[in-house]
């Protein structure tokens, strides 16, 4: 009598969720990362995306070494501290047919990497953008970054009397159309965000709260695993239905609020806590800035607005991409040159 | 020692029909840079070889600006030092520009600045301005900038322009706006008819026509980078503004609103985007070179800084992008309007670590031009930042030229593998080195059939893009890097050559050259000195760079820089042949004229 195994669930493509994942992960043992990683093969995997279509980018740091440990057969770009934003804008300028995950951190997006974010967002270039945000450098061994709480303590008892950063009420003033928090130790509610931001168009910022466990994850920090798990407060309870599942869900009626994106898959947001609209970005702001006051950590869907142009339609691109175009489209020909010529004699 | 001969008296003596400079004095904003383009057109039209240089301030409007024609029979373009027709319509300079000119020239200038009473060996043209620009002008608003035409109206009259072709010249500078045309043709006419009346007449300064400018074009280097750029299919443009570089790519955005819209949707064909600094101009570009599309952008020297870890990211992970650095005057700020070609080593090493980078040095509208187009295809055949330096100097001013050949060739895209090639591929990896030539086989993100896909890193990687902080993988990376460099000896543009096989030779490179042309005939006619010249186009050196300095005594390196960054570079690769190379160095933000070349080299020589 022998048994054979029950063949590996197929997506779509029919590929497997072993078809997303990459190489082995160098990073600490227990470090939020990793879960963020997961969540992204899944959701990858879910999506359908083709993995050759997906253009993985990151800046300098521990978040941004993760690209290599998800979707192998996509091609990844690891760049420099803080500028991934840019790579990214000359990867959609040049073939808009890619998918754009980018995966940074908190000292390479909102300290040296803040003002491309910033350009990013005002842009509107089309990318899942994840903030794996510890509050620390990792890299470079603990120091504080600029996401750091105020009044947080490193290892060693230094502590940060600055006010931080807020990666999300910074992309909420910029028009940012997709704005979430979530928490690598929440996978179920990272996993429908990521899968959420895979369906939307235009930039796509999630802020992950992912502790280090190295340097910030002592008692007095607040951004360890039992700060983080004490003071979250999920805002929604998400429900996602595929674009292509459409047909086989019968969606919650009534209190759930239903968002449809723009691939046509259908994001579904049941209040937990609160009356809180996630389509009014003052609202969010407002309940952002509360909740912090409260020391309390809101975590879900904090903003979502779809239809809004991008760098496509503001760079009035024809539909083909730039890489792909002919050479007779790209190259004028001899008798342009010669009008050229005849308009500079 | 050299035979000595007096230069001043050979020149004087000379006939100065179609030979003479013109300098114009003018406060910025005054409008008097069309005025003085057509003043240039109409001796170009007549078929006389001129060129124009405009020296202007760092500002927007209200300090001094000077404007240089220089019309030259035998065809020398470089800036002339001394001035034969000086117009001065700027009183704050008037007294400064009075000093420079040379004995006898004409000097032209409004009435009331009683400018005769500075000197007395000149020929005075006193202008009674106001009256004739009203005369022109009713409209007060407008009479500032007629005020210019009149001064074109009497030069035209006193140099024996032919007042049709400066009526052409302002229909062709004003574009169709018809009113602006008569108005302008009309002041131009006003200065015209009171200097045949009262002018007090000279007949030195001559210009006569001639047919050396025909069937040509006149250009400024942006624009013919520009064009470059456009004829080499360039696809992504990311830019960030900064003097003298900024008319590249908005002439390029000109030509692209004309000729890379889809005909059908009136949708772009090319994406040019402004970004919010250097950095971000740079990401850009790789990122869209990593991608597959053509990209480039355009700066100058600080942007370069800026640019420079991207540029070391480009340089290690191998993605193509073409980088047009217009020079201007460093370091720090500088003198943003002055030229200069201090970003010699800045471009040929940006970034930290070892690296060097392909150059392209354009001498001409013509190699801007060619230059850009084939940055291009250089970049992606290097699959690495390849830059055209250009200055001020080219890239600003106003230059006569042949019109441009049409690049024929296609375009080399390189050696990137599709998903069909990839089906067969052995053994691929993205830095492996198959051909022996240091340059690997790249793939582009999105290609299909599940092969093919990399990780690329500024990080040290191994042949197959894999993470490696083995000793023997970096080093071989590195040597490898260095090897595809060298590879690119066998398709930069050779260096020019011109001369006779002599023991003096001169090295030059970029806007030098027709200053060292020049240079070259008085040597020859006043100095009895025979020299050789080679005019650098690109870094790597091919190896008739070390030939010609093996193959003489001496080799004067003319640069417009302190510290000689050219020579540097040449003992860097040529050790054994430094103590030959003496450097002719000319830095104080003017273009190079070529008496500064003569007077160094008679000195060395002696």
Redesign the interface.
């Known amino acids: 009598m022998s048994t054979t195994p029950a063949p590996a669930p197929t997506n779509q493509l029919g590929l497997t969720r072993q078809d997303y994942v990459g190489s082995k992960s160098t990073l600490c043992p227990g470090c939020g990362h990793d879960a963020i990683t997961t969540q992204i093969i899944q959701a990858a995997f879910e999506m359908n995306l083709e993995p050759h279509r997906v253009a993985k980018l990151s800046g300098i740091g521990c978040s941004s070494k993760t690209p290599a440990y998800f979707l192998a057969q996509a091609w990844g770009f690891n760049s420099v501290h803080g500028r991934a934003a840019s790579i990214c804008t000359g990867v959609a300028l040049a073939n808009r047919d890619l998918i754009n995950l980018l995966v940074s951190g908190d000292g390479d997006s909102m300290s040296i990497g803040l003002g491309q974010l910033m350009h990013m967002i005002r842009r509107n270039v089309p990318v899942v953008y994840i903030i794996e945000d510890n509050g620390v450098y990792g890299l470079t061994k603990g120091q504080f970054s600029a996401t750091a709480d105020e009044g947080s303590t490193l290892k060693h008892g230094d502590v940060n009397e600055l006010p931080a950063l807020d990666p999300c009420t910074l992309a909420l003033e910029l028009g940012c159309g997709f704005v979430a928090r979530s928490f690598s130790g929440n996978p179920k509610q990272l996993g429908v965000i990521v899968k959420a931001a895979m369906a939307y168009e235009g930039t796509a910022l999630i802020d992950v709260i992912s502790p280090c466990v190295t340097f910030n994850n002592h008692e007095s920090s607040t951004r360890s695993y039992k700060n983080a798990k004490d003071h979250e407060l999920p805002l929604q309870d998400l429900g996602f239905v595929p674009y292509y599942d459409l047909d086989e869900v019968d969606l919650a009626a009534g209190e759930a609020k239903e968002v449809g994106l723009p691939d046509g898959s259908r994001l579904t947001l049941r209040a937990i806590r609160e009356d809180f609209d996630p389509t009014d970005r003052f609202a969010a702001n407002k309940a952002i800035h509360e909740a912090r006051g409260r020391g309390e950590l809101l975590t879900g869907i904090l903003h979502i607005e779809t239809g809004g142009k991008t760098l496509h339609d503001y760079m009035h691109l024809v539909d083909t991409p730039m890489a792909h175009l002919p050479t007779d489209v790209s190259r004028p020909g001899p008798e342009i040159l010669a009008e050229c010529m005849a308009e500079l004699m | 020692m050299l035979p000595t001969s007096a230069l001043s008296k050979t020149v004087e003596s000379r006939s100065r029909v179609n030979d003479f400079s013109i300098e114009v004095a003018t406060v910025n904003g005054s409008g008097s840079q069309t005025a003085n383009i057509v003043l240039m057109r109409t001796i170009f039209q007549m078929g006389v070889p001129v060129t124009g240089k405009n020296l202007f301030p760092s500002n927007i409007a209200g300090l001094p600006t000077w404007f240089q024609i220089r019309a030259s029979a035998r065809g020398y373009q470089a800036r002339k030092q001394e001035i034969d027709f000086m117009i001065c319509m700027n009183p704050e300079t008037a007294k400064d520009d009075v000093a420079k000119v040379r004995s006898g020239a004409v000097l032209v200038y409004d009435e009331p600045l009683k400018l005769d009473a500075l000197r007395s060996d000149l020929h005075f043209c006193p202008v009674p301005f106001q009256k004739l620009v009203a005369a022109a002008c009713p409209e007060p608003k407008l009479q500032k900038l007629v005020k210019n035409m009149v001064y074109v109206g009497v030069a035209a009259q006193m140099l024996g322009l032919d007042l049709a072709e400066v009526k052409l010249a302002i229909t062709k500078q004003l574009h169709g706006k018809q009113k602006a045309i008569e108005l302008n043709q009309g002041a131009v006419q006003e200065g015209y008819d009171w200097a045949t009346a009262s002018a007090s007449p000279q007949d030195r300064l001559r210009v006569e026509r001639d047919h050396q400018t025909d069937?040509?074009?006149?250009?400024d280097g942006n624009s013919a980078c520009a064009?470059g750029a456009?004829?080499?299919?360039?696809?992504?443009v990311?830019w960030y503004p900064i003097t003298p570089s900024s008319s590249v790519v908005e002439t390029l955005a000109d030509?692209a609103k004309l000729?890379?819209k889809?005909p059908v949707?009136g949708?772009?064909?090319?994406?040019i985007?402004q970004?919010?600094?250097e950095?971000?101009?740079?990401?850009?570009?790789?990122?869209?070179?990593?991608?597959?599309?053509?990209?480039m952008t355009a700066t100058s020297g600080p942007g370069i800084s800026l640019m420079s870890?991207?540029i070391g990211?480009g340089y290690f992970a191998e993605i193509p992008g073409v980088f047009v650095n217009v020079a201007r005057v460093g370091p720090s700020t500088g003198l943003p309007t002055r030229t200069s070609q201090g970003d010699v080593d800045l471009c040929a090493r940006a970034s930290h670590g070892d690296t060097l980078h392909i150059c392209l040095y354009p001498g001409s509208m013509e190699e801007c031009f060619e230059f850009t187009h084939q940055a291009f295809d250089l970049a992606e055949r290097f699959q690495t930042p390849v830059f055209v330096v250009s200055d001020l100097d080219l890239g600003m001013q106003n230059w006569a030229c042949r019109?441009?050949t049409?690049p024929?060739q296609?375009?080399d895209r390189g050696k990137v593998l599709d998903a069909k090639a990839l089906e067969t591929a052995v053994d691929w990896g993205r830095y492996r080195d198959p051909d022996g030539d240091g340059i690997p086989y790249r793939?582009?993100?999105?290609?299909?059939?599940?092969k093919?896909?990399?990780?690329?890193?500024?990080?040290g990687h191994n042949s197959h893009g894999l993470?490696s902080e083995k000793p023997e993988d970096l080093q071989e990376l590195v040597d490898r890097l260095k090897r595809k460099f060298l590879t690119a000896r066998t398709v930069v543009p050779e260096p020019v050559y011109a001369g006779s096989g002599g023991p003096v030779g001169i090295l030059a490179y970029g806007s030098s050259d027709p200053a060292v042309v020049e240079a070259r005939d008085i040597l020859r006619e006043a100095h009895g000195l025979e020299t050789d010249y080679l005019r650098v186009r690109a870094l790597p050196f091919t190896d008739a760079v070390s030939a010609f300095i093996r193959a003489r005594e001496v080799v004067y390196v003319v640069e417009q820089n302190r510290d000689g960054q050219m020579a540097g570079l040449l003992k860097d690769f040529y050790p054994e042949l430094a103590t030959r190379l003496h450097s002719v160095l000319h830095y104080d933000s003017t273009a190079i004229p070529a008496q500064t070349i003569v007077d160094q080299i008679v000195t060395q020589a002696k």
């Open positions: 069937g040509q074009i006149i250009i064009l456009l004829f080499a299919g360039v696809t992504v990311a030509y000729y890379r889809d949707t949708k772009n064909t090319i994406a985007i970004m919010e600094d950095i971000a101009s740079a990401g850009v570009v790789l990122g869209a070179g990593w991608a597959g599309a053509r990209s870890e991207f990211l019109p441009f049409y024929d296609p375009l793939t582009l993100p999105g290609t299909p059939g599940g093919g896909a990399y990780f690329t890193r500024g990080s993470y």
